[in-house]
């Protein structure tokens, strides 16, 4: 999934996306309504975002899941 399709997926412009990737390794800040709709964007392909602490025997901080039809 790239920039575009994240974004469309998410109803959130483009730029709100790079700017999330931008901060790189440091702790990103932002409405709690957008990080909501990214995490809802990613999942409905199958990619989970672990939550803090949450253990992964499938890499690590994203798996991968299979998708329910």
Do not use: C, H, P, Y
């Amino acid at each position: 999934m790239d920039q575009k399709a994240l974004a469309d997926a998410a109803n959130i412009g483009i730029n709100t996306v790079r700017n999330f990737e931008g901060w790189g390794s440091a702790i990103v800040r932002g409405r709690l309504d957008t990080m909501q709709a990214i995490n809802d964007a990613f999942g409905a392909v199958g990619i989970e975002l672990l939550d803090d602490g949450q253990m992964s025997s499938e890499g690590r901080g994203v798996r991968l899941r299979e998708l329910k039809e």
